[in-house]
C-alpha cells in the first residue's frame, strides 16, 4: 500500500500494483502536510495544516479512531514506532504521544518544527526546525544530544533522517546540496551536490532546494526529491571509503 496526502485535505491509500484507490477518508480542515502508517500498517496517519493528526483505521472507512489536536499551529511532520507517535508542528514544538502509558511529552525549540523522527534504538528524537540546526534529544529527560548545522533551511519544509547504519545523518539544503553528518561527531562527512548532476552522459538542469529525503530501513542508500526530479543515492561500502 502507498498512503499519500496533499491539497485535496484527503488522506488516500493506493494498491502498489494495481494502482488502484483502497480507501479516502474526508475530515481534514486544510493541505495534509505529512502522513506514515504504524509498524503493522494497520493504522494510517495524517499531519495537517488544520493542525491535526487523525488516526485511521485501514480497514474500515469510518470516521477516524483518534484525534491529535493538541497543536496550536500546522502540524509539518509526523512519525510513528510501535507505541509512539512523534509530531512537529509551526508552533514550534515536538510532541511525542506514549499511546502505551497516555503520556504526552512536549519540547520547544523556538522555530517551526519541519521534520521529526524517532531514532531505531527508540531513545531520541531527530527534528529539523527553520533557521537552526538539526537537533538529537533524548525523549526520557528532553536534554539535547547533538546540533547538525551547515545546510539552509530558511524558506521551505526541508526534511532529515537517519541512515540504516544509525551512524549518519542525512538532510536536504536549500543551497541545492544534501548534507551528511557523522551522528556522534556531528561533523559534516559528505555534500551531495544536485547542481551537477548528469543522466545518460548529459546534464539535467540543477536542484536548488532538497526538499525531501526518505532513507532504506536496512540498505545504506536513501531518495531526495527537488521540484519534479527524485534521485537515488547509494553510499559506498566502509572499506571503499577507507580507501
Not at 498512503?3 to 494495481?18: A, H, N, R, S, Y
Not at 528532553?142 to 548545522?149: D, P, V
Amino acid at each position: 500500500m502507498i498512503l499519500c496526502g496533499g491539497v485535496d485535505k484527503q488522506p488516500t491509500i493506493f494498491d502498489v500494483e494495481t494502482g488502484k484507490m483502497l480507501k479516502r477518508w474526508r475530515g481534514h480542515g486544510g493541505t495534509i502536510n505529512s502522513v506514515a502508517f504504524n509498524e503493522e500498517s494497520s493504522v494510517a496517519f495524517s499531519a495537517s495544516q488544520d493542525g491535526t493528526v487523525r488516526c485511521h483505521d485501514v480497514r474500515s472507512r469510518g470516521p477516524p479512531i483518534q484525534i491529535l489536536d493538541e497543536a496550536t499551529d500546522s502540524v509539518l511532520s509526523v512519525d510513528v514506532n510501535s507505541h509512539e507517535i512523534a509530531t512537529g508542528s509551526a508552533d514550534s514544538h515536538v510532541r511525542i504521544f506514549d499511546i502505551r502509558e497516555g503520556r504526552l511529552f512536549m519540547d520547544f525549540l523556538g522555530e517551526s518544527v519541519t521534520d521529526v523522527h524517532l531514532t531505531p534504538d527508540n531513545q531520541c528524537v531527530l527534528a529539523a526546525s527553520m533557521n537552526s540546526p538539526i537537533r538529537l534529544i533524548e525523549k526520557a529527560n528532553g536534554n539535547l544530544l547533538s546540533e547538525y548545522s551547515g545546510h539552509k533551511n530558511t524558506d521551505f519544509k526541508i526534511e532529515c533522517d537517519i541512515l540504516s547504519s544509525n551512524d549518519e545523518i542525512v538532510s536536504g539544503s536549500e543551497d541545492g546540496q544534501v548534507y551528511i553528518w557523522d551522528v556522534i561527531e556531528a561533523k559534516v562527512v559528505a555534500k551531495l551536490d544536485h547542481r551537477n548532476i548528469s543522466q545518460a552522459g548529459k546534464y539535467v538542469s540543477p536542484a536548488k532546494f532538497i526538499h525531501s529525503i526518505s532513507a532504506h530501513p536496512t540498505a545504506q542508500s536513501f531518495i531526495t526529491a527537488a521540484r519534479e526530479r527524485v534521485y537515488l543515492w547509494q553510499l559506498p561500502m566502509e572499506e571503499e571509503m577507507e580507501e
